[in-house]
């Protein structure tokens, strides 16, 4: 993959997720990166950091050793019910694409709790398992997965970062299985 920009993927359209926590707890969601992607490429993003709810606003020391982001940070970030409103209008009825999805659909899902925000019935999409349906890998981080695809490396732990890697693991995963690459990723997807 090269720094050129990538040739376009009729009908590969979906929006890339991920999520930071603040401790081990699901609730404490403190930074979320969005990217958006229309027929193979990357058309919007977003990223913000989120102030935990109460009762989940400790910040473990595991998890800023993993992100760097402290309490200090949030302090006037906006919150979750801030935040998630905007989520949702960016990812209109997309699938959402995340690389381990069960961890960050449950940030989401225990997030929206948290704030007495019902959490609808989603499709998403894990690139992580998409990764091992198509790829023999030592290991499926996504660092690793994005080295063997040829996409250069990021800042890993940093949402929006994170978000944009895993909306290219996708397109160039597509991409390498052909004309229906679309077809063949889009039978992993899980209606939560």
């Given at each position: 993959m090269s720094g050129m920009p990538a040739a376009p993927i009729p009908g590969l359209s979906f929006t890339a997720i991920d999520v930071e926590t603040a401790n081990p707890q699901r609730a404490s969601v403190c930074s979320i990166g969005v990217a958006k992607v229309r027929?193979?490429?990357?058309?919007?993003?977003?990223?913000?950091?989120?102030?935990?709810?109460?009762?989940?606003?400790?910040?473990?020391?595991?998890?800023?050793?993993?992100?760097?982001?402290?309490?200090?940070?949030?302090?006037?970030?906006?919150?979750?019910?801030?935040?998630?409103?905007?989520?949702?209008?960016?990812?209109?009825?997309?699938?959402?694409?995340?690389?381990?999805?069960?961890?960050?659909?449950?940030?989401?899902?225990?997030?929206?709790?948290?704030?007495?925000?019902?959490?609808?019935?989603?499709?998403?999409?894990?690139?992580?398992?998409?990764?091992?349906?198509?790829?023999?890998?030592?290991?499926?981080?996504?660092?690793v997965v994005s080295a063997a695809l040829g996409i250069p490396a990021h800042d890993h732990h940093d949402a929006g970062a994170d978000a944009r890697q895993c909306a290219l693991v996708l397109i160039e995963l597509s991409r390498r299985l052909g004309p229906d690459g679309p077809m063949q990723v889009g039978q992993h997807v899980r209606v939560w």
């Open positions: 027929d193979g490429v990357v058309v919007d993003t977003l990223e913000t950091l989120v102030q935990p709810p109460p009762g989940h606003e400790e910040f473990a020391y595991r998890n800023v050793q993993v992100h760097g982001i402290t309490a200090r940070d949030v302090v006037g970030a906006p919150t979750w019910d801030v935040v998630q409103p905007k989520i949702a209008e960016l990812a209109g009825g997309d699938v959402l694409v995340a690389h381990n999805a069960s961890f960050d659909r449950s940030v989401v899902t225990r997030a929206n709790e948290a704030h007495g925000i019902v959490t609808p019935r989603t499709r998403w999409l894990c690139t992580r398992d998409a990764a091992k349906a198509f790829l023999t890998l030592a290991a499926y981080r996504l660092p």
